[in-house]
């Protein structure tokens, strides 16, 4: 069986997937019925789920060019996610062609996808590993990372909408100090979480419905912050994703309440 095979025996189109799930709130096309039944429900109780994805979306887009426009060369993305516009790499190789990304993700579609559409520039690289999160050794060990960037050189680790499906009971801290910790000087961390701090008891209590297995771990932006405290924020430090370095985003900005998913820029000491 080759890895295509392995990948398709792994889909169950019968369960929701979140990135099929924030594939479909996106607008995609790249979900399946138990995806889109699982994405309108959460939307049912909070309405402003897809508005929280696309700014999401455009936070990551704007955190990767101001690390390429500091000189980050290299990128890990984990929890990469169906591909959509304005890729990781996409905006990175726009800075300089010579950039290399990582993808990391668990999903054998997102894996499929990503081997058949995200072409590097000529002169950068690109690679995609079939890992998880929440065992960072293998990350760490696999030889395509080795392959493809330098950790003794800084690289851009990109933990976009992702740490909020690691429970506290698979220790969030430790996942990203050990990532960041075979980081070099000079490397960068980008990270969004959810939240529900700003949403009503009833909301809340749909919203818990919704996530029986507790997969979904949405966090207050005081615990948010606490994930990032041994790293230097980069101004305005912790914010909505709405709101980081957004001033030239044309139109009105969407209040932090109804986009309810933090965001931050930090330096790896």
């Not at 939240?195 to 979904?216: K, Q, S, V």
Request: proline share 7%.
């Amino acid at each position: 069986m080759d890895i295509t095979e392995q990948g398709h025996a792994r889909i169950d189109t019968t369960v929701a997937h979140p990135a099929r799930r924030y594939n479909y709130w996106l607008g995609g096309k790249d979900h399946f019925a138990a995806d889109r039944a699982s994405g309108d429900a959460i939307a049912a109780a909070m309405p402003g789920v897809k508005l929280m994805a696309v700014e999401n979306r455009a936070f990551m887009g704007r955190a990767v060019r101001y690390l390429a426009e500091q000189g980050i060369r290299q990128f890990l993305d984990v929890g990469t996610g169906i591909p959509a516009p304005n890729n990781t790499h996409e905006i990175a190789q726009a800075v300089d062609p010579a950039s290399r990304v990582v993808y990391v993700d668990n999903d054998p579609i997102v894996l499929t996808h990503a081997r058949a559409l995200l072409t590097s520039a000529p002169g950068g690289a690109n690679a995609y590993i079939d890992a998880d999160l929440r065992e960072p050794e293998k990350i760490l060990e696999h030889p395509d990372l080795a392959a493809t960037l330098d950790l003794s050189q800084p690289v851009g680790l990109l933990l976009v909408a992702v740490l909020h499906f690691v429970r506290e009971d698979e220790h969030p801290q430790a996942i990203v100090d050990r990532l960041t910790g075979a980081l070099a000087p000079g490397s960068y961390l980008v990270a969004s979480h959810a939240t529900w701090e700003f949403l009503p008891e009833e909301t809340i209590a749909a919203l818990t419905a919704n996530n029986p297995d507790g997969r979904f771990q949405p966090r207050s932006g005081a615990r948010f912050a606490e994930l990032l405290s041994g790293f230097e924020l980069v101004e305005p430090g912790m914010t909505s994703v709405a709101y980081w370095h957004a001033d030239d985003v044309a139109g009105p900005r969407p209040s932090a309440e109804e986009v309810a998913c933090h965001g931050a820029v930090a330096r790896i000491r």
